[in-house]
């Protein structure tokens, strides 16, 4: 009968590998010890539990009442499927980690020899043998699982703050569009108002043709523009109903006020220099959860490298020893089978293994420098958003209400006509929509460094802030 060498030993070892077992509850919870500190969101993994009942709940509570940005994120990330599915990258990796804390399977053999030429009694041959490399580089294995586990840790964690950031830019674009689709109804009204005037002052013979049509123009104009801004509203509450992953009834949410203003006191924003936020480049290296996942891959594959070049040149060793009984006595003896390396030496494994090593360090060194320049990028985006929402808040929109109010005075006096009137009020509509345009980007961008900040990675894009339909207009002239 075939038995391993330290006997206690490998009874000890093949008890602790008995116990091991995969508890996902334990992985999520290292999720949420990751993301203390980082947000104050409540997250759940839907595991069939009666948790996943109380998040129903508490989703619809939120619901149900006018929404907030606050809220949205937390229906987000109880809710949305895809983040999920995520969850289950750690529940895949913790797994890995306890097949890799397990011994081989012991192999049992038994053979029985009949003579065919006498009436003796068959030999009887018993043997049990297990792989000897799997005991030896078992807290090897560990060591690489293990790495590659709190990779798979801080990547899911990256992936909630993600989550977080885009529901809450999400929810600030469907409230600026909401603003936006009210200010268009508006033009509307207006432009149809001065259509009517022109229409009676051309029964009365004091306008020309020319006057009627270009009137007549721009309210058509504001119709379609109507359109639009009805789709794009509908548009960004998809958008939003996506990311908390809700549809049907819990689809109809409201939204609850309107997009905050910026404010020049902003303890986010930079100094007035406005070549980067202070200490923001070092303080986004430090935090990136992305940097110290991309490091434990370097790790995970040093150690595997190590563990190939291990069983390079023995892929496989097994030993025991080997129980027979012939012509009526027993007879005891070691068992070794060893694999010749003649002609694979690992030297394939060995290549990519270097390979793969050489290429994660070229990543995390690329990384680096996304994650610094992003940090730059941000800055000035946040310096520039953030001087522009503040400009239309305390000059554009006071002034061009303060103009309207002089036409409307103007008028009542019998200086002007209604036709300057009405232009006075498109040209404040016009600025106000450009103004929920700005602001619009001020929160996208203050979300962005706040995700930065707090370890995720923003995805920057090739642009800068975003442009309204209304193209280039000035909008203190109304000029293109």
């Given at each position: 009968?075939?038995?391993?060498?330290?006997?206690?030993?490998?009874?000890?070892?093949?008890?602790?590998?008995?116990?091991?077992?995969?508890?996902?509850?334990?992985?999520?919870?290292?999720?949420?010890?990751?993301?203390?500190?980082?947000?104050?969101?409540?997250?759940?993994?839907?595991?069939?539990?009666?948790?996943?009942?109380?998040?129903?709940?508490?989703?619809?509570?939120?619901l149900a009442a006018p929404l907030t940005a606050d809220a949205a994120v937390q229906v987000a990330l109880l809710n949305n499927r895809?983040?999920?599915?995520?969850?289950?990258?750690?529940?895949?990796?913790?797994?890995?980690?306890?097949?890799?804390?397990?011994?081989?399977?012991?192999?049992?053999?038994?053979?029985?020899?009949?003579?065919?030429?006498?009436?003796?009694?068959?030999?009887?041959?018993?043997?049990?043998?297990?792989?000897?490399?799997?005991?030896?580089?078992?807290?090897?294995r560990r060591a690489v699982a293990r790495s590659a586990y709190e990779a798979a840790r801080l990547r899911v964690a990256a992936t909630v703050l993600r989550y977080e950031a885009d529901t809450r830019a999400t929810f600030y674009r469907a409230q600026a569009d909401a603003a936006r689709l009210g200010l268009q109804r508006t033009v509307v009204e207006n432009t149809q108002a001065s259509y009517q005037a022109s229409l009676l002052l051309r029964e009365a013979g004091n306008v020309p043709a020319a006057d009627l049509l270009a009137e007549q123009a721009l309210f058509e104009q504001a119709r379609l523009d109507l359109v639009s801004a009805e789709a794009q509203t509908a548009e960004?509450?998809?958008?939003?109903?996506?990311?908390?992953?809700?549809?049907?009834?819990?689809?109809?949410?409201?939204?609850?006020?309107?997009?905050?203003?910026?404010t020049a006191a902003d303890p986010v924003v930079l100094t007035s220099a406005g070549a980067a936020m202070p200490d923001l480049e070092a303080q986004a290296v430090e935090a990136s959860?992305?940097?110290?996942?991309?490091?434990?891959?370097?790790?995970?594959?040093?150690?595997?490298?190590?563990?190939?070049?291990?069983?390079?040149?023995?892929?496989?060793?097994?030993?025991?020893?080997?129980?027979?009984?012939?012509?009526?006595?027993?007879?005891?003896?070691?068992?070794?089978?060893?694999?010749?390396?003649?002609?694979?030496?690992?030297?394939?494994?060995?290549?990519?293994?270097?390979?793969?090593?050489?290429?994660?360090?070229?990543?995390?060194?690329?990384?680096?420098?996304?994650?610094?320049?992003?940090?730059?990028?941000l800055a000035r985006r946040?310096?520039?958003?953030?001087a522009t929402a503040v400009q239309y808040q305390t000059v554009v929109l006071p002034l061009r209400a303060e103009l309207t109010q002089q036409t409307l005075l103007q008028y009542n006096a019998m200086q002007t006509g209604v036709f300057g009137l009405l232009n006075a009020q498109q040209m404040e509509v016009v600025a106000n929509r450009r103004y929920l345009d700005r602001l619009a980007d001020y929160w996208r961008t203050r979300t962005d460094v706040a995700l930065l900040l707090a370890g995720g990675m923003p995805d920057v894009g090739a642009g800068a802030l975003s442009m309204s339909e209304d193209g280039a207009m000035d909008p203190m002239t109304g000029a293109e």
């Amino acid at each position: 009968m075939t038995v391993s060498y330290r006997p206690l030993a490998l009874a000890a070892l093949i008890g602790l590998a008995g116990c091991a077992s995969v508890r996902p509850q334990a992985a999520f919870s290292d999720v949420q010890e990751t993301l203390a500190g980082r947000t104050d969101v409540r997250t759940v993994w839907r595991t069939g539990s009666e948790e996943d009942a109380r998040a129903d709940r508490s989703a619809d509570s939120l619901l149900a009442a006018p929404l907030t940005a606050d809220a949205a994120v937390q229906v987000a990330l109880l809710n949305n499927r895809r983040l999920q599915a995520v969850y289950e990258d750690v529940g895949v990796a913790q797994a890995d980690l306890v097949q890799a804390g397990l011994l081989a399977n012991p192999l049992v053999g038994a053979g029985i020899r009949f003579p065919l030429e006498s009436s003796e009694a068959p030999d009887l041959r018993f043997s049990v043998a297990t792989s000897f490399l799997s005991v030896f580089n078992l807290s090897l294995r560990r060591a690489v699982a293990r790495s590659a586990y709190e990779a798979a840790r801080l990547r899911v964690a990256a992936t909630v703050l993600r989550y977080e950031a885009d529901t809450r830019a999400t929810f600030y674009r469907a409230q600026a569009d909401a603003a936006r689709l009210g200010l268009q109804r508006t033009v509307v009204e207006n432009t149809q108002a001065s259509y009517q005037a022109s229409l009676l002052l051309r029964e009365a013979g004091n306008v020309p043709a020319a006057d009627l049509l270009a009137e007549q123009a721009l309210f058509e104009q504001a119709r379609l523009d109507l359109v639009s801004a009805e789709a794009q509203t509908a548009e960004s509450r998809e958008r939003l109903a996506r990311l908390m992953g809700v549809f049907g009834p819990q689809a109809a949410f409201t939204l609850a006020g309107s997009i905050p203003p910026a404010t020049a006191a902003d303890p986010v924003v930079l100094t007035s220099a406005g070549a980067a936020m202070p200490d923001l480049e070092a303080q986004a290296v430090e935090a990136s959860l992305m940097l110290a996942a991309a490091r434990q891959d370097i790790e995970t594959l040093g150690r595997r490298l190590g563990l190939t070049n291990l069983t390079a040149l023995v892929p496989d060793f097994e030993a025991g020893a080997e129980l027979e009984r012939r012509d009526g006595r027993f007879e005891l003896g070691p068992d070794v089978t060893v694999a010749l390396p003649l002609f694979d030496q690992g030297q394939g494994r060995l290549g990519r293994g270097l390979a793969d090593l050489r290429r994660a360090q070229a990543r995390y060194y690329a990384l680096g420098v996304e994650v610094r320049s992003t940090a730059r990028v941000l800055a000035r985006r946040l310096a520039a958003a953030q001087a522009t929402a503040v400009q239309y808040q305390t000059v554009v929109l006071p002034l061009r209400a303060e103009l309207t109010q002089q036409t409307l005075l103007q008028y009542n006096a019998m200086q002007t006509g209604v036709f300057g009137l009405l232009n006075a009020q498109q040209m404040e509509v016009v600025a106000n929509r450009r103004y929920l345009d700005r602001l619009a980007d001020y929160w996208r961008t203050r979300t962005d460094v706040a995700l930065l900040l707090a370890g995720g990675m923003p995805d920057v894009g090739a642009g800068a802030l975003s442009m309204s339909e209304d193209g280039a207009m000035d909008p203190m002239t109304g000029a293109e």
